[in-house]
């Protein structure tokens, strides 16, 4: 499994529970404020994306670990391994 995507989907979910935490909290004390800014809010949407970014990623990118067979580079090196007994 691709580890962008439990990582994305846990940043994701932080994001929104915290998100949503600032909204249903209603509290406005100066231990929640930097700045004028919620830091709840503030850093939910930075968790939301961030997680988006990374489930992202994870459905556009392709497999990362090519066969050695897939590249010019490869067949040459399983070659020199099956001729030099690295390989059985």
Do not use: Q
């Not at 932080?14 to 249903?24: N, Q």
């Amino acid at each position: 499994m691709d580890i962008r995507i439990p990582v994305g989907a846990l940043f994701a979910t932080y994001g929104v529970l915290l998100i949503v935490y600032s909204f249903a909290s209603g509290d406005a004390a100066p231990r929640h404020m930097l700045g004028g800014m919620n830091v709840n809010m503030v850093t939910g949407i930075g968790m939301l994306i961030f997680g988006s970014v990374f489930l992202w990623l994870s459905r556009r990118g392709g497999p990362t670990v090519r066969p050695a067979g897939a590249t010019p580079e490869g067949r040459a090196t399983e070659a020199r391994e099956k001729r030099t007994g690295l390989e059985h």
